[in-house]
């Protein structure tokens, strides 16, 4: 089983630009899918971001596409979600999660029973 820990979460201004890491404790983490999800102030927790095992596979939620980028580097046990261009309303306690089925990782509404999560990072982006 893996644990994970996100990191990078920051307050900026709209237009700034964070990157989010997910690392994890151990080497089995090139076997999972990772997912990067977020949950507003005030509204239910939403999915953005997932990259496959390989490093390959990708899915964006629509308002994020062309603005966030999701990416892996398995030697370091670590995901990462760049964010450009950010806006307001990407203000979110952001979650990296992992699970060996890619289909619970895109499920919608989001599945909270996936293999592991870590413990939030706050992104704050003022107007």
């Known amino acids: 089983q893996v644990e994970l820990r996100e990191s990078g979460g920051g307050a900026v201004q709209t237009g700034d630009s964070l990157r989010l890491s997910c690392a994890a404790s151990?080497?089995?983490?090139?076997?999972?899918?990772v997912a990067w999800f977020r949950q507003p102030p005030g509204k239910e927790r939403e999915f953005v971001a997932a990259?496959?095992?390989?490093?390959?596979?990708?899915k964006y939620t629509d308002s994020v596409q062309g603005r966030f980028t999701i990416f892996r580097n398995n030697d370091k046990y670590t995901v990462y979600l760049q964010m450009n261009a950010l806006r307001p309303e990407d203000t979110a306690l952001y979650y990296c999660?992992?699970?060996?089925?890619?289909?619970?990782?895109?499920?919608?509404?989001?599945?909270?029973?996936?293999?592991?999560w870590g413990q939030g990072a706050l992104v704050t982006v003022s107007s």
């Open positions: 151990t080497s089995l983490f090139r076997n999972y899918n």
């Open positions: 999660a992992a699970d060996m089925n890619w289909g619970r990782i895109i499920a919608d509404p989001v599945y909270g029973g996936l293999e592991a």
């Open positions: 990259i496959d095992w390989s490093g390959v596979g990708t």
